[in-house]
């Protein structure tokens, strides 16, 4: 099992930054990928930006530019720097670890935390 602790989020205004942070503590794979995702009410739930433990990146579309993620390895943790941050940012986001070994593929959800961007 993995663990997912997020941190970070809350309330700003359009323009904004914030910055989000995710421990993850457990089974911790040498070769694994971290991302965040974010999931709007009533709607799926969407990749923001991943990591490799190497340290390839991956943006979706809509934050290229304004958002970055990073990782410490040594600590096992993720972040994301959220710049000139836009209503339609408001969601909740979540944490993602994933994982796999000779027969399966896992993944695991931090518990998600809210970001609200007011116009």
């Known amino acids: 099992q993995v663990q997912l602790v997020e941190s970070g989020g809350g309330l700003v205004q359009a323009g904004g930054s914030l910055s989000l942070s995710c421990a993850a503590s457990g089974r911790i794979s040498r070769n694994n990928v971290m991302g965040w995702y974010r999931q709007a009410p009533g709607k799926q739930r969407e990749l923001v930006a991943m990591i490799t433990s190497s340290g390839t990146t991956a943006y979706a579309d809509p934050v290229k530019g304004r958002f970055a993620i990073s990782r410490d390895n040594a600590k096992n943790t993720v972040y994301l720097q959220m710049n000139s941050l836009k209503p339609e940012d408001t969601c909740v986001y979540y944490c993602?670890?994933?994982?796999?070994?000779?027969?399966?593929?896992?993944?695991?959800w931090g518990q998600g935390t809210q970001v609200t961007v007011s116009s």
């Open positions: 993602k670890y994933e994982f796999a070994d000779a027969r399966n593929q896992y993944n695991y």
